[in-house]
């Protein structure tokens, strides 16, 4: 068993000093948390894998395959793999869990 604390995992995150900072790997599934601030832009691509985001805080929007839908502190969002997506309109911070389902394939991983 591994037990995770959010505060810690966000406070790793800001040490880090990235936006997206991942806490959990393995073969099956990978956990991070996200955040991004208000009026912020969110850079991500589509990826190969499903992905289930939990909003912790904050307030926006998320566009997923071209539909819009407001998002809050609860909302849970399943975005399928290859679906371009994005948070926008950001109006408070978001604090961001992400699950990916398999584990998340990076660009360190291909080296």
């Not at 589509?46 to 912790?56: C, K, N, Q, R, T």
């Not at 395959?65 to 911070?93: K, M, W």
């Not at 990916?100 to 990076?106: I, N």
């Amino acid at each position: 068993m591994r037990a995770f604390a959010l505060d810690d995992t966000l406070r790793e995150r800001q040490q880090a000093g990235r936006l997206y900072f991942e806490f959990l790997r393995v073969p099956a599934l990978s956990a991070g948390v996200y955040v991004l601030p208000a009026g912020g832009t969110d850079p991500q691509q589509p990826h190969a894998e499903d992905e289930l985001y939990y909003v912790a805080s904050g307030a926006g929007s998320i566009e997923v395959d071209g539909e819009s839908l407001p998002v809050r502190a609860g909302s849970l969002i399943y975005v399928p793999a290859h679906a371009p997506h994005r948070f926008h309109t950001i109006t408070e911070e978001l604090r961001i869990l992400v699950f990916f389902a398999p584990a998340e394939y990076t660009q360190a991983q291909q080296g």
